[in-house]
């Protein structure tokens, strides 16, 4: 699969455009990490939850100050704030603050496993601003319960995408973490989500990371991530739904294909987070590393401007399988969450892993 | 931050004539929901001039949301707007009496893919 001139083209404006986004660093995207408690007990959690966190919620008040401070600087409406946790589901105040997030002019989602979903709580959560929700689904009903260390799951999932689907002011998508136990079903979970009019599906590998490290059956291998991709290329051919793979990594020669748009790690760039300690990172799952400052000890703007300079200059991601990588340019050491510290190699690479 | 935010419209235009566009507007954080908003960007010029006319109230409707802005000094308008299908329908009304020009109301339906909106009009003398 060789690119054509055009394309070449347009990965290189599109590598002067991502330095340049880095240059201006403006926040569009704001997690919240706003509980660490979670129902679910998955083998793949980068967050390592669990029911009873150590780490108690977020005061809603708290957040809402970073929120009206960067009101200041940003128009609201350009920046988008998801909510995820943990398990969002888990606040009970969860109405409560979509409706104070929503009245200060922020548009807001949420990443759920759709667990606690019900058509009430759903309602009521459209009422109070709710404009997006992804929601999980990792294969048929064995495999699903398997990751996600909970029997009733898949049946949960099942109700929470009924509920979902037809609602028209809120966007969806269905993420599916590929693994080896369900990606010879993955044509059987597309044509379940079709059926439940679900539009769009996104598909990951699982980041060797947090509780992730200890299970050999989620990381796919070379022929798989060549299937994984192809399979994406051939749904992506119908529009029954929009099938794309996640922002996770490089595709190489895929990348133009596989998603709507080129990979671009946006992590500290547009992309920032409230931790439910106050600590401001990128993205949740970003090792603790990278954390850069604390709301509680500074405003968030003087953390989000001042700092985060190892993810707006990536010169230093240059070593391991990335030193002499002619791709660099083009993928720029690939996704933050694959680092440990701002020394160390990446934890994977699916273009170079490709290329063995 | 001048240099940087004129490199970005720069790059905007040039990816957009490539039809990439939409690689720039709206992204997806990695493990995040999709933006469930389409981000509309767009310039309205004078037909004659070519230059850029501020003050013109632009009133966009989908098929679940709808919203107004206001064009500023160069012409360019920026706003989120929630979509499902984007199909827009899009009216640019002249707020501001003689004040920058006196152009008719225009209406026009764009299937919305992340490009940017261009719009001329012809002023009325």
Not at chain 1, 86 to 108: N, Q
Request: hydrophobic fraction near 35%; include cysteine.
């Amino acid at each position: 699969m060789s690119l054509g001139i055009r394309q070449n083209l347009v990965k290189k404006l599109f590598a002067g455009f991502a330095k340049n986004e880095a240059k201006l660093h403006k926040l569009s995207y704001l997690f919240w990490e706003c509980t660490l408690r979670c129902n679910l007990n998955c083998l793949h959690c980068g967050s390592d939850c669990k029911k009873e966190s150590q780490i108690k919620d977020m005061p809603l008040e708290d957040f809402l100050t970073v929120l009206r401070e960067i009101k200041t600087e940003y128009d609201p409406g350009k920046v988008m704030i998801v909510l995820t946790g943990g398990e969002p589901l888990m606040r009970k105040d969860l109405e409560e603050c979509g409706k104070k997030i929503t009245s200060l002019g922020y548009p807001w989602g949420m990443v759920t496993n759709g667990y606690m979903l019900n058509p009430d709580k759903f309602r009521n959560l459209v009422n109070s601003g709710l404009r997006a929700i992804t929601l999980s689904m990792d294969g048929l009903e064995e495999n699903h319960n398997w990751l996600r260390g909970n029997k009733k799951s898949f049946a949960a999932v099942e109700n929470a995408l009924s509920i979902i689907s037809h609602e028209e002011k809120v966007v969806h998508d269905v993420v599916t973490c590929v693994n080896k136990r369900n990606i010879s079903e993955l044509e059987d979970v597309r044509q379940n989500l079709i059926h439940k009019g679900i539009k769009a599906w996104r598909l990951f590998t699982i980041a060797p990371i947090g509780r992730a490290i200890n299970y050999s059956e989620l990381h796919l291998d070379k022929t798989e991530i060549k299937y994984l991709f192809e399979y994406i290329l051939k749904c992506r051919q119908d529009n029954r739904i929009n099938t794309s793979f996640s922002c996770e990594a490089y595709g190489g020669e895929y990348d133009h294909q596989i998603r709507d748009g080129l990979f671009f790690c946006r992590a500290g760039i547009n992309i920032g987070s409230v931790l439910a300690n106050g600590s401001v990172s990128a993205c949740p799952n970003n090792n603790p590393s990278f954390v850069q400052g604390n709301i509680y000890k500074e405003p968030f703007l003087n953390i989000w401007n001042n700092k985060f300079d190892s993810m707006r200059n990536r010169n230093w991601m240059k070593n391991g399988v990335c030193k002499n990588c002619k791709e660099f340019k083009y993928c720029n050491g690939g996704a933050m969450h694959l680092r440990e510290n701002c020394h160390s190699e990446t934890l994977r690479c699916l273009w170079h892993e490709l290329q063995k | 931050m001048k240099l940087p935010k004129i490199k970005s419209s720069i790059y905007k235009k040039v990816l957009g004539m490539f039809g990439a566009a939409g690689f720039l507007i709206t992204f997806q954080a990695c493990y995040g929901t999709p933006q469930n908003y389409a981000n509309i960007e767009g310039t309205i010029s004078d037909n004659d001039t070519q230059q850029g006319i501020e003050g013109l109230k632009v009133n966009i409707v989908s098929d679940s949301d709808s919203l107004s802005t206001v064009t500023d000094s160069s012409g360019n308008f920026y706003t989120g707007i929630i979509t499902n299908d984007r199909n827009l329908k899009i009216t640019v009304e002249d707020i501001d009496g003689e004040e920058n020009g006196t152009y008719n109301t225009f209406n026009t339906s764009v299937d919305y893919k992340n490009e940017l909106i261009t719009i001329s009009l012809n002023e009325n003398i």
